[in-house]
């Protein structure tokens, strides 16, 4: 079976063929992903608007390039699949007109698909794919949250951010200390070359005694001590300011997630998102679970940010299990807001 995901939840736009057999494990055939952040950057964050109107621009050609790199025809995809939420609702619903309309004309069904099930799934695409029971650890630009995982659909919240997501509090202490955007990844880089310790920026909700997560006050520290530092900071200062910062959010996520691990008793880690390929988490989550005894998990790199073949994945893998709601084409809605417990 054959199925094409696409993703358009915000500023990527992915599209990708996934298949597969009876239960065996779902294949990556191809795919094709194209970014936005050199059109955004000018404006220092996503414009809603021109997303939508890019994503309109590069859907159709990004079809025939994965079909034309998979050596398949349109005729041979079995279900079309497009991300349905959360995300921004013009942006969402370039994806989902996109598959209705291939649905149609090729008498096939569709399956919308919740964007952060793709990032829980992405790590079965993997050298090294997990196996049920897990902790998840799901933490983006938009979304930090900690979820029991016991299989396909089978979803508990255990904690999650009650104000800035990890990955928006990387991007915001950016802009803070003059970097471009997106500044999450340009943060990790300049900050190998800062002292981890140089400023004490808090860790909230360390010692809550839950699982939830909280960045707003961080962000306003980081804040504070750059107006202490004044107008010009040298490169050795906001080095300092971004591996201080870098260390905060780290060691937040990692305590967090050690504990999830021993309040459910559970052996394994499934780490996913954009924020999940920032270096220094992973270098920490790896020497924490190894004091656990724990296994951690990891999607390749190419497949922590936004793309299709996790929205194909996710759809091939609710198809296994049983729990798809796959539907001939026709009235259709998104969900920009769409808990992923709500998922059967």
Same mark, same amino acid.
């Given at each position: 079976?054959?199925?094409?995901?696409?993703?358009?939840?915000?500023?990527?736009?992915?599209?990708?063929?996934?298949?597969?057999?009876?239960?065996?494990?779902?294949?990556?055939?191809?795919?094709?992903?194209?970014?936005?952040?050199?059109?955004?950057?000018?404006?220092?964050?996503?414009?809603?608007?021109?997303?939508?109107?890019?994503?309109?621009?590069?859907?159709?050609?990004?079809?025939?390039q994965?079909?034309?790199?998979?050596?398949?025809?349109?005729?041979?995809?079995?279900?079309?699949?497009?991300?349905?939420?959360?995300?921004?609702?013009?942006?969402?619903?370039?994806?989902?007109?996109? !598959? +209705?309309?291939?649905? @149609? $004309?090729?008498?096939?069904?569709?399956?919308? &698909?919740?964007? %952060?099930?793709?990032?829980?799934? #992405?790590?079965?695409?993997?050298?090294?794919?997990?196996?049920?029971?897990?902790?998840?650890?799901?933490?983006?630009?938009?979304?930090t949250?900690?979820?029991?995982?016991?299989?396909?659909?089978?979803?508990?919240l255990?904690?999650?951010?009650?104000?800035?997501?990890?990955?928006?509090?990387?991007?915001?202490?950016?802009?803070?200390?003059?970097?471009?955007?997106?500044?999450?990844?340009?943060?990790?880089?300049?900050?190998?070359?800062?002292?981890?310790?140089?400023?004490?920026?808090?860790?909230?909700?360390?010692?809550?005694?839950?699982?939830?997560?909280?960045?707003?006050?961080?962000?306003?520290?980081?804040?504070?001590?750059v107006?202490?530092?004044?107008?010009?900071?040298?490169? !050795? +200062?906001?080095?300092? @300011? $971004?591996?201080?910062?870098?260390?905060?959010? &780290?060691?937040? %996520?990692?305590?967090?997630?050690? #504990?999830?691990?021993?309040?459910?008793?559970?052996?394994r880690?499934?780490?996913?998102?954009?924020?999940?390929?920032n270096?220094?988490?992973?270098?920490?989550l790896?020497?924490?679970?190894?004091?656990?005894?724990?296994?951690?998990?990891?999607?390749?790199?190419?497949?922590?940010?936004?793309?299709?073949?996790?929205?194909?994945?996710?759809?091939?893998?609710?198809?296994?299990a049983?729990?798809?709601?796959?539907?001939?084409a026709?009235?259709?809605?998104?969900?920009?807001?769409?808990?992923?417990?709500?998922?059967?």
């Open positions: 079976m054959l199925v094409l995901g696409i993703e358009s939840s915000c500023d990527e736009t992915g599209v990708a063929l996934v298949g597969f057999e009876g239960q065996q494990a779902p294949r990556l055939l191809a795919q094709g992903l194209h970014t936005q952040i050199d059109m955004h950057k000018a404006y220092g964050g996503v414009v809603p608007e021109l997303a939508s109107r890019d994503h309109i621009r590069r859907v159709v050609p990004l079809v025939r994965v079909m034309d790199d998979a050596c398949c025809a349109l005729q041979d995809v079995d279900v079309v699949a497009y991300t349905a939420g959360p995300g921004l609702a013009g942006a969402l619903l370039v994806g989902a007109g996109m !598959a +209705q309309a291939l649905a @149609v $004309a090729l008498g096939k069904p569709v399956l919308p &698909v919740h964007h %952060l099930e793709g990032h829980l799934l #992405s790590p079965f695409l993997s050298a090294d794919p997990p196996s049920y029971p897990f902790v998840a650890l799901l933490v983006s630009g938009g979304h949250q900690l979820m029991r995982v016991d299989g396909v659909g089978r979803y508990e255990l904690g999650e951010s009650i104000d800035d997501a990890a990955g928006e509090a990387f991007d915001k202490c950016a802009k803070l200390i003059g970097l471009d955007y997106p500044g999450g990844a340009a943060l990790s880089r300049l900050a190998q070359q800062g002292r981890p310790d140089a400023y004490a920026f808090p860790r909230p909700l360390l010692h809550s005694g839950d699982l939830d997560f909280s960045f707003a006050g961080l962000k306003t520290s980081v804040a504070t001590q107006r202490k530092l004044g107008d010009a900071l040298s490169d !050795a +200062q906001r080095a300092d @300011v $971004a591996a201080s910062t870098q260390a905060a959010i &780290v060691e937040v %996520l990692v305590r967090k997630s050690m #504990s999830a691990l021993r309040q459910t008793g559970l052996q880690l499934v780490v996913a998102g954009g924020v999940g390929a270096a220094a988490l992973r270098d920490q790896n020497a924490a679970c190894a004091r656990l005894r724990a296994r951690v998990h990891y999607p390749e790199l190419h497949l922590c940010t936004d793309n299709g073949a996790m929205i194909a994945l996710a759809a091939a893998m609710r198809l296994q049983g729990h798809a709601d796959a539907a001939p026709g009235a259709f809605e998104v969900r920009p807001r769409w808990p992923l417990v709500a998922q059967v």
